[in-house]
């Protein structure tokens, strides 16, 4: 091979790695903003979780009250129907 054929190799192989490092760059700048959008999206659905975890106890608690009332409203009435009797 002549000199200007091994230049040109070079210069080839040198563009070619060149253009190999800048689509790493590109492809490593995209899996970060990935990264970072997908943290997102899991905290907010933490969050999420984690107000239905507080729903779902408020609404326990709210049923709990409105039994525990219910029962004595009829302990009441049941009370009140013995002494008439």
């Known amino acids: 091979m002549t000199i200007q054929a091994y230049?040109?190799?070079y210069e080839s192989s040198i563009?070619?790695?060149m253009r190999?490092?800048?689509q790493a760059e590109q492809?490593?700048?995209e899996k970060l903003?990935?990264?970072a959008s997908l943290e997102k999206r899991c905290l907010e659905k933490e969050n999420e979780i984690n107000d239905l975890r507080k729903r779902i106890?408020?609404?326990l608690e709210e049923e709990k009250q409105e039994k525990l009332k219910t029962e004595q409203d009829h302990?009441?009435?049941a009370l009140?129907?013995?002494k008439n009797n």
């Open 7 to 9: 230049q040109t190799l």
């Open 15 to 17: 563009a070619y790695g």
């Open 20 to 22: 190999k490092a800048l």
């Open 27 to 29: 492809s490593k700048a």
């Open 33 to 35: 903003l990935q990264l």
């Open 57 to 59: 106890h408020d609404k």
């Open 75 to 77: 302990e009441r009435v």
């Open 80 to 82: 009140g129907l013995k």
